[in-house]
């Protein structure tokens, strides 16, 4: 009864962001429900009447019914949302968060731009508040003694297990409403550190170690590894996480991430989000926007980088070969890099410090070597 393996939940998770020009047209959007069956302009006074006594849709009472009702009727002749796929999820995410001019206030998405760390310039190129946050957690099933892996194929993962005889109509989901940090780093810069020998080595390293572990079970080997831009994005990030737990008075296990690091599609990726993910108010304090004004986040990078140069348990977490144990990571551990499970979304897999900065065994590789 009390078997640790006997449960693994199968979740998706997305942002919800603004996805038309006008906050009007996107409060219609995520409240459509309310709106589809409606009639006249009256009918519309009276559902925002309601809507504003049970805050069901904050913002609509801003908005006449007269502006309401004819953003309706648009809505209904131009049809619904673009559906987007589990794959492309990040995909209209990065798109927003990297407008020239983004969103600065929605219900649930407002941001605001910022100037780069003193010293940072190099590397960054954008820096953006997400004042206000709202994520979606849905529960699509679950696997029973192995967990659910990483994998493009569908049939190389466990069998799931449904959440009702039939297929459902519906999963439960619950939505979280935070804050967090966007840091977008530069292209070019990103391109010519992947083209250094060390990094490539590092590359072949993790690679080699990412075919064993998948091969042990059973898994197509040359499937799922997400690249060496994924790791070093990946290892910086949790980095920062064990940094800003430190200073934000947030509980560490209520700070997440996510890593766009896509460099298949027309568009390369290079950002993280760190952000709170509380169901409680405790993501809506300010704090950890407060930490990525540039003087503040200029001063947490180096103090992660810093913290990360020696490890308590050097020399073996530097030495540590992928390759060797067929493990998912080089030279992170619990001391230096690794971060709650409910923090990270791969499972502290594919993280190596080396990719970051000097370690006692590789000097080279690092991206931040010249700070």
Known sequence: M???????????????????SDPLNQLIEDGWSFFEDLESEAEVALTVKTLKKNGALPG???????????????????????????????????????????????????????????????YISRVLLLERLREV??????????????????????????????????????????????????????VAWEALSAVQAVDRMLRGGHRGWRNSRHLDPDEGYPGIRYAMLHTLSHLLIRELALECGYNAASIRERIYADTAGDQSQAGILIYTAAADSDGTLGGLVDLGKPENLGRLLEQALNRSKIC??????????AKKDRSLHGAACHACSLVAETSCERGNRYLDRSLLIPTLERIDAALFKGL
């Open 312 to 321: 308590s348990s050097d020399p073996l977490c530097s030495e540590h070969d």
């Open 60 to 122: 609509i009472d801003k908005y006449p019914a007269s502006a309401i009702w004819p953003a309706i009727e648009a809505h209904r002749n131009g049809g619904g949302q673009e559906t987007v796929g589990e794959s492309d999820i990040k995909g209209p995410e990065w798109d927003v968060l990297t407008q020239a001019n983004p969103p600065t206030d929605y219900p649930h998405f407002m941001s605001k731009k910022v100037g780069t760390p003193t010293g940072f310039g190099t």
């Open 2 to 20: 009390g078997a640790t393996n006997s449960w693994f939940p199968i979740t998706l998770s997305a942002l919800a962001i603004p996805q038309t």
């Open 137 to 190: 957690n849905a529960l699509m099933g679950f696997t029973r003694v192995e967990a659910p892996e990483e994998s493009g194929d569908p049939n190389e993962r466990p069998q799931m297990a449904s959440l009702s005889r039939r297929k459902p109509e519906w999963v439960p989901a619950n939505q979280v409403h935070g804050e967090g940090i966007f840091v977008q780093f530069d292209e070019p810069a990103l």
